[in-house]
């Protein structure tokens, strides 16, 4: 009876409340910052060329095999404008076939690919996801912009500076360690000393009274 009366209460309880279902495609739940979406190209906005060098490691560690590019001379190295020889050409990911591993990320020595926020690309053409070099970097300039996206020449800079802080600090403290050292013992022998030099005479030899004294 008691669990009957629980139950419907339960009941009664869970049909008052407020639903918590978002009614998707309708309504948008907010992405999280760790969200991962599809992979897209980063953006080099200080010298306006893609990170990507085409070194195509990606492309032949995709388990899939999605993804594909070429490589080509960059004219702006030349000019002396960038500090890449070589930049991607033509790039290709078919994201309908991609599985969202990240190891493209992963085995990246550029950040030149990141695992954008781009989710909903559904498609009714089972190749309408062949997505090309103009459209993986629109993707990847919406994510540095959404994100805090870091450059890996900011990182760089970061970790130099952490580095020189740590190679600073560090003898500093072995100074400051060895200087507080000595003068905590000689001011402890010192402390000793004193005492023992104001201590009153016979003071630490006291003899226990003899018989005939008592
Ligand atoms: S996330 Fe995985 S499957 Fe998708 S393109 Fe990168 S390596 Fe290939
Ligand atoms: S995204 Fe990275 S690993 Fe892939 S081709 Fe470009 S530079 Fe090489």
Redesign the pocket.
């Known amino acids: 009876m008691l669990n009957t009366l629980k139950g419907m209460l339960m009941t009664l309880r869970t049909s008052l409340r407020k639903p918590v279902t978002a009614q998707y495609p309708k309504e948008h739940l907010p992405l999280m910052e760790r969200q991962v979406g599809?992979?897209a190209l980063t953006w080099d906005a200080d010298v306006g060329e893609p990170y990507c060098v085409g070194c195509m490691v990606?492309v032949r560690?995709?388990?899939?095999q999605?993804?594909s590019g070429t490589m080509m001379d960059n004219p702006l190295h030349a000019e002396g404008k960038s500090p890449r020889r070589k930049m991607i050409e033509e790039f290709e990911?078919n994201l309908g076939?991609?599985?969202?591993?990240?190891?493209?990320?992963e085995v990246c020595n550029f950040d030149a690919?990141e695992?954008s926020h781009e989710h909903e690309i559904s498609h009714y053409a089972r190749d309408g996801r062949r997505s090309d070099l103009p459209v993986l970097l629109e993707m990847g300039k919406k994510y540095q912009a959404e994100s805090n996206w870091i450059s890996p020449a900011e990182r760089k800079a970061a970790l130099a500076a952490e580095k020189a802080a740590a190679v600073v600090e560090a003898p500093a403290a072995a100074a400051e360690e060895t200087k507080d050292t000595p003068d905590s013992d000689t001011s402890a022998a010192t402390a000793e000393e004193t005492k023992d030099a104001n201590a009153p005479a016979g003071e630490g030899t006291k003899a226990e009274p003899t018989e005939e004294a008592k």
């Open positions: 599809f992979p990606c560690m995709c388990p899939t999605c993804m990911i076939r991609c599985i969202l591993c990240g190891i493209c990320v690919i695992m």
